[in-house]
C-alpha cells in the first residue's frame, strides 16, 4: 500500500477516506499558484505490489468522494456504491479505486470555502478561477503521492467525464484505459446557458452578500436552491418526470414562512408532485454544498472545449495516445446528448485511437449513469476486465484477470 | 364595424387598440365573482357585414395584444407582425382579427396589478386563481360584446393553442377553424417544474415582499428576470443556441452593481455571448411584464389538461364538434414536441373531427412558431384560406374566396 494510506476504517468493503495537504500547492492555467493544496480522497480496494490496479473515479458536478460509503454530511449511501465494490462492475476486490473532492469543491479538498493563508479568511469569491485542466492537476498530485506511475483506468460521467477526458489529453501515458460517461469534449452553448442561470439566481439571493456570506452567518439557500432545482430538471428526461409524477398532486404541506410562500398556494390547496419534489430536491442540496463552490466548479465546465485548444481540431487532443477508450452515452439524455459523444467518437477514430462506443438505451435522462441500468454495468464490467486482460493484470491463483 | 370599436388609428393597416369594461363581471371556475371585468384589445381589418369573418388570435403566455402593430411598451414590432396584415397569411384585408389581453395579464386586462374594488388597492397575491377556461370565457365575453356569433377561426401558439382548444372543447359552436400551434393538450411535467423554478426564483427575490412589491415601490427584478432567462432556454432548441452563440465570447461590460456582480468576471475577462444575451432577455422582461400575473398565468397553465376533465379521454372533449383542425408543431419543439401534438390528433381522430396535421422541419426550438418559417407560412395561409372557402365567404367583387 502506498505511503500517506492508512486503513482507518475496517468494515467490509474496505475504505479509506482522508486528505493530504501538499504545502508546495500547484500553478494555475489562470496564472495564480495555489498553496497549500489540499485534497480530499477516499480509497477502496487495496493497491496491488506492481501498482498497476489503481482505477481514478472523477466525479460529477455535486459529487463528492465518497463513491461507496455514506456520506458523512448527509449520511445517504455512497453516489456509485452501485457500481463500486465487491464483485460489482468496477471490483474492489481486484482493483484500488481511488476519488478524490476535485479542486475548487467543497468536500474537503481546497476551494472557495478553504481558508486563505494571506489573510486567515475563506477565499470565497477571491477563490481563483479554475479550469479542468487544473482539475486535473490536483489530482496529478495526489496519484504522484500515491506513488502511482500509471493508473489503470480514469473513470467519470457527465463533469467526471470531462476530467477523465482532459487526463488522456494531458497525460496519456499515465492513463492505460478511459471511460468518458454520459459527457462530451466541449460544453455546449445550452449547458453554458443553464449555468448562468442558475449563477444568476444565486447572485440574486439577498443572503448572497457579494459573495462573503460567510462573513454573516448566512448561505444563499433560496438562490442555491433554485439553482439545484433547475438542474434537476436538466438531469432527468421528460419521460422520467412523467413516469415519476407525471401531473399527479398532493395536499400542500403547511409552510412556516406564510408570507413569502403565500403564492405556493394552489388553486385547490394542492400542488403537483413534482413541484413537492424539486423543492426537496434544492432545499436538501443548500445543507451539503457551497454557493462559491457551485460558481467556480460550473464556470470551469463552461471553459471546457478541449478542440479549441488545439486550433479546433479535436483528433490533435488524442494524437499519437495508446490510452484504450470506451464512450458511453445514454440515450435520452439531452443534457449530453449522443450526439457530443460522436463528436468524441470521431475525433477519436480521426486520432487513430483505440476506441469503442456505447449508446445505452434508457430512458431516464442524463442521471441514467447513477441509476440501475444493467446494460450499462454489463459496458463497464466488459471494459475493465478486457483492459485488464489487455494490461495484464495479475490477482494471485484464485481469480486472476 | 361592431359596438364599441372606433377606428382611433389611421395608419395602414388599420388597428385600434382599447379596452371594455363589462361591470358584470365573470364567474371564475374557482367560485369566484370577478367584477369589474376589463379587457384590453387589439382589432385589425373590418368586420364584414355578416359578422362572418373574425379571427381571434390568442397570445402566449408573456404576449399581449399588440399582434401587428409596435407594443407602446417596448416600441417594439407586434409580436405577429410577420403573420398579421394585409397580404400577409393571416390577411386583415380580408378578415377582421382580434387579439385581446389574457385574463391575469398585465397590459390592461383584469390581473393581479388590477386595483380591487372593495380595498382600492391591488389584487396582487390575492387575485383568485384562474384556469385556461376563465381566460376563454373572458374573451367569450369581449367576444359577445362586438356582436359576433362565431367566430371564423381561433389561432395560437403555445399558450395561446391551449386557449384555441379550449375554445373548441367550451364552446365548438362558435369556432368554425381552429388552429393550435406549437402546443398541447395538457401541461406536462417537465413543463410545471419549469414554472416551478420560475415561481422559486421569484418568491426568492428579497424585493418580493410576499406579493406585495408594489406598496414598497420595488419590483422583484432579478426573480423575475432570473424566471425569464430560464424560460427562454426552453424556447430555443440546442441548435438554434449553438447556431446563434455557440462557445463564443466577448469583453465583459463594467457591471455598475460591482459588489453584486463581483463573481460574474470571468477567466479572462470574457463572458460567453449567450449569457449576455440571456441576461439582457431577463433585464428587458422584468421592465414590461407583472410577476404577479406571471405566477398567475404560469399556474393557469400548470392546470391545464383537457382530458382530466372528461374522465381522461381526451377524445370526449371533441366529441361532436363541427369545427375544422389545423394542429402544427414543430419538430425541434422540445418544450411542446411533436409528441404531444400527436396525442390531441389522435383523440381528435378518436371524436371524428376534422383535422389536418403538419409537423414543420425546423430547427429553432419552441419560438419557430414566432419567425420566418415559410413551410409554416404556407401551413397557415392554406388553411386559413381553404376554411374560408368551405366557411363560402364572400369579400365584394375583386376578391371573394
Redesign the interface.
Known sequence: MADGISSAEVDRPVYTHQAVRLDEGIDLE?GVHLAPLDIAYCTYGVLSPARDNAILVCHALTGDQYIAEPSPVTGKPGWWSRMVGPGLPIDTDRFFVICSNVLGGCMGSTGPKSIRPDTGRAWD?DFP?I?MHDIVAAQVRLIDYLGIGRLFAVVGGSMGGMQALTWVADHSDRVFAVMPIATSP?????N???N??S???I????H?H??RYRDFGEIPA??L??AR??AH?TYLS?EA??R????RTRREVATTSK??????S??FGEI?E??SY??HQ?STFVRRFDA?SY?TIT?AM??F?LA?EYDGDLAEAFRKCETRFCVVSFSSD?LF?TSQSRVLVRALNRAGANVSFVEIESDRGHDAFLLDEPDFDRTVRGFINGAAEHAGLKWGNSDAG
Open positions: 489562470c469569491t478561477q479550469t466541449f460544453h455546449s452553448a445550452q453554458i446557458a443553464f448562468e442561470v449563477r444568476q439566481a447572485l440574486a439571493d439577498p448572497w457579494g459573495g433560496r438562490g436552491g433554485v432545482m433547475m430538471i421528460e418526470l412523467t415519476k409524477f407525471g401531473r408570507s413569502a410562500d403565500a403564492e405556493a394552489s388553486l403537483f413534482v413541484e424539486l423543492r434544492g462559491n460558481l464556470r463552461n471553459y472545449d479549441a439531452w446528448p
